[in-house]
T-cell receptor, first 114, second 115 residues
């Protein structure tokens, strides 16, 4: 079975510092995609970044970047220059198969402190 | 503005009273899906639709129905709601069938309380 594990239920970081959120997954698929979604207090689910498994280059989106280690099945999210607006629940998700279903981790609650 | 909309956003109902949560997207997406989010369980897929008139069960379909008569709409129907269906519900859609990695865009969520 495909699973996604986020081992850090809660994290905190000081404003302007860097924080890394961990995610590991288990799959026998070779062609898949990985996503990080952010859920702020509004409960809206917002895409932060995505990574194609066939790409060796790590994805980056402004202050957000990933460290994708395919052999280790690891997909961590690094947030640089943390801002108060980054306070949210962060979910790692894995997508494969024709049904497009996303397998979700249980989330990491990130608090950015002033 | 490209978006997925859900209505209602909040709903309190009683056991057994049929209800429908609407979902609509204006991005001409083929794929649509319903998830429920529960504490400690994360997000789980209820039903999905690959295209008009094509729907299939996700991981937790019991107690739910869906239909896809039009490309833009994908309503979720609870024929006889029960308290264990109290949850936060999300509708999502994505662009094409061409690639597995198409980003899913989410609606704002519907918080349902069944008494």
């Amino acid at each position: 079975a495909q699973t996604v594990t986020q081992s850090q239920p809660e994290m905190s970081v000081q404003e302007a510092e860097t924080v890394t959120l961990s995610c590991t997954y288990d799959t026998s698929e070779n062609n898949y995609y990985l996503f990080w979604y952010k859920q702020p207090p509004s409960r809206q689910m917002i895409l932060v970044i995505r990574q194609e498994a066939y790409k060796q280059q790590n994805a980056t989106e402004n202050r957000f970047s990933v460290n994708f280690q395919k052999a280790a099945k690891s997909f961590s999210l690094k947030i640089s220059d943390s801002q108060l607006g980054d306070t949210a629940m962060y979910f790692c998700a894995f997508g494969a198969g024709n049904n497009r279903k996303l397998i979700w981790g249980l989330g990491t609650s990130l608090a950015v402190n002033p | 503005e490209a978006q997925v909309t859900q209505n209602p956003r909040y709903l309190i109902t009683v056991t057994g009273k049929k209800l429908t949560v609407t979902c609509s997207q204006n991005m001409n997406h083929e794929y649509m899906s319903w998830y429920r989010q529960d504490p400690g369980l994360g997000l789980r897929q209820i039903y999905y639709s690959m295209n008009v008139e094509v729907t299939d069960k996700g991981d937790v379909p019991e107690g739910y129905k869906v239909s896809r008569k039009e490309k833009r709409n994908f309503p979720l129907i609870l024929e006889s709601p029960s308290p264990n269906q109290t949850s936060l519900y999300f509708c999502a859609s994505s662009l094409t069938l061409a690639g597995l990695g198409e980003t899913q865009y989410f609606g704002p969520g519907t918080r349902l309380l069944v008494l």
